[in-house]
T-cell receptor
Framework: GIQVEQSPPDLILQEGANSTLRCNFS?????LQWFHQNPWGQLINLFY???GTKQNGRLSATTVATERYSLLYISSSQTTDSGVYFC??????????FGTGTRLLVSP | DSGVTQTPKHLITATGQRVTLRCSPR?????VYWYQQSLDQGLQFLIQ???????AKGNILERFSAQQFPDLHSELNLSSLELGDSALYFC???????????FGAGSRLTVL
C-alpha cells in the first residue's frame, strides 16, 4: 500500500522561529492535504495541495508531485501552532492515508 | 466549529459492551467518512458513505458497522468492545466532487 512518511517526528521551537516539515510519499498523488491536530484533538484542514505552492498567512505548503514530497513551512511560530501536523494522501474516493505526523511544541 | 457534529464527545465503557457514535455532516455534504485514531495504528480510514450507500471500506473490523440515514447523519456501531478499541473516532464529510474533507471534533472512546 501507499507509504507516507513525515519528518521530523518531533520538533521543539522557540516562539518566533521558522520551521519546515516534510512529507514523503511512495505513490503518485491525486491530492494531498495538510492537517493540524491541536492539543484538544481537533483536526483542522490547512491546505489542499496536490501540486505547486500555496500560502495562508504564516503557513505555506509546496508539493512536488514528480518527486513525491510535500513541505509545510511555518514562519514566526507561535505557541498556538503547537500540536501534531499530518499530511494525508487521497487514494481514491477521498480515502485518506495519513502520515505518522510531526509533533510540534512551540515554547514562549 | 467545523460544521461536522459528533456525539458523544467522550464515552467510557467496559469490554464486551456495544456503543453507537453519531455524526451529522455539514449542511449540503453528501459524503460521510469514519476514521479511527489510536496510539499504535495512527489515523486509519474505516468506511465511507455517499448519500446513504456504502462507497468505500478500509480497515474496519467485522465487530464494527456503520450506516448513513436518509437525513444524511451517520452512525458507527462498535460491538464486543475490546481494550484495543479505545481510540478517538473521527467523522468527516465532503461535498460531491470536492477534494477536501472536513473533520468533526471526534468521539473519544475508552474501553476499561
Amino acid at each position: 500500500g501507499i507509504q507516507v512518511e513525515q519528518s521530523p517526528p518531533d520538533l521543539i521551537l522557540q516562539e518566533g522561529a521558522n520551521s519546515t516539515l516534510r512529507c514523503n510519499f511512495s505513490d503518485s498523488v491525486n491530492n494531498l492535504q495538510w492537517f493540524h491536530q491541536n492539543p484538544w484533538g481537533q483536526l483542522i484542514n490547512l491546505f489542499y495541495i496536490p501540486s505547486g505552492t500555496k500560502q495562508n498567512g504564516r503557513l505555506s505548503a509546496t508539493t512536488v508531485a514528480t518527486e513525491r514530497y510535500s513541505l509545510l513551512y511555518i514562519s514566526s511560530s507561535q505557541t498556538t501552532d503547537s500540536g501534531v501536523y499530518f499530511c494525508a494522501l487521497n487514494t481514491g474516493f477521498q480515502k485518506l492515508v495519513f502520515g505518522t505526523g510531526t509533533r510540534l511544541l512551540v515554547s514562549p | 466549529d467545523s460544521g461536522v457534529t459528533q456525539t458523544p464527545k467522550h464515552l467510557i465503557t467496559a469490554t464486551g459492551q456495544r456503543v453507537t457514535l453519531r455524526c451529522s455532516p455539514r449542511s449540503g455534504d453528501l459524503s460521510v467518512y469514519w476514521y479511527q485514531q489510536s496510539l499504535d495504528q495512527g489515523l486509519q480510514f474505516l468506511i465511507q458513505y455517499y448519500n446513504g450507500e456504502e462507497r468505500a471500506k478500509g480497515n474496519i473490523l467485522e465487530r464494527f458497522s456503520a450506516q448513513q440515514f436518509p437525513d444524511l447523519h451517520s452512525e458507527l456501531n462498535l460491538s464486543s468492545l475490546e481494550l484495543g478499541d479505545s481510540a478517538l473516532y473521527f467523522c468527516a464529510s465532503s461535498r460531491s466532487g470536492a477534494n477536501v474533507l472536513t473533520f468533526g471534533a471526534g468521539s473519544r472512546l475508552t474501553v476499561l
